[in-house]
């Protein structure tokens, strides 16, 4: 769905761009090519010149991560979970964050084609297309549930979902399953909601005050965007904690 009213330009789905094969490119996609090219360069460098005696970039994020992995292990209780966990929670927090900032890049959203008299931008924003903070939800949710059926054994990671022992028991496992289901929901709706409405803020902002609102705008979205980045991570943290945790 898309509005076109008065040079302001609001679509609620990712716009196609082409097709390969038969499997449509929207331009959701190619910014999220973009997004891992750069998180991929940015690894390629600190890999190649790390040192024994860090520079200040290097030091930089061996602080970061260094904490990070520390806090990890304080939720797990463990450091083997927690080193066996970090690569996933630092991907999707990076991944989140960095697709967050590349949004008020030169370009995005403004650069485009127009067809049959209406704009379609090449660039857009990664997480305001439902599609993409599903595909993340999706792998947090499965990580979390193969991580709770490795860490206790099928059976007894199922007991938390179906218990006929009582039937406060089973009422129990009931409500567990529906949260964990609803975990899709509201994972992708959350981060999905945050970064639209902040886009169409902007918008709106920029069209109607161009001069004066949209800087200030841009600067408390992106810390919404850290934050909404932080927000995915720590609860895909704290619900594989959960996961592991023998339940008494």
Avoid: C
């Avoid at 998180?39 to 904490?67: C, D, S, W, Y």
């Avoid at 193969?146 to 039937?167: H, I, M, P, Q, T």
């Amino acid at each position: 769905m898309s509005l076109m009213e008065e040079g302001i330009h609001i679509a609620l789905s990712a716009e196609k761009i082409t097709e390969v094969f038969g499997i449509p490119i929207t331009n959701t996609l190619i910014t999220s090519w973009i997004v891992m090219g750069i998180l991929a360069v940015i690894a390629v460098i600190l890999g190649r010149n790390l040192a024994m005696v860090p520079n200040k970039f290097q030091l930089l994020f061996e602080t970061g991560f260094g904490f990070i992995l520390n806090y990890m292990e304080e939720t797990l209780e463990s450091r083997k979970l927690a080193i066996k966990f970090f690569p996933l929670i630092m991907t999707l927090f990076l991944f989140i964050f960095a697709a967050n900032v590349l949004e008020f890049t030169p370009g995005i959203g403004s650069i485009g084609l127009y067809h049959e008299g209406e704009f379609t931008p090449l660039l857009r924003s990664v997480n305001t297309d439902l599609n993409v903070t599903l595909a993340l939800t999706l792998i947090s949710f499965f990580v979390i549930e193969f991580a709770g059926v490795a860490a206790l054994g099928f059976l007894k990671y199922a007991k938390r979902f179906v218990n006929v022992r009582s039937v406060l028991g089973f009422f129990i496992g009931l409500i567990e399953l529906v949260s964990e289901i609803a975990r899709l929901i509201s994972f992708s709706f959350r981060l999905f909601g945050n970064i639209f409405a902040g886009e169409v803020l902007i918008l709106v902002a920029a069209f109607f005050v161009p001069l004066f609102i949209p800087v200030p705008l841009m600067l408390f979205e992106v810390f919404v965007g850290f934050i909404q980045a932080a927000i995915f991570a720590l609860l895909t943290l704290f619900f594989i904690k959960i996961a592991v945790t023998d339940t008494h």
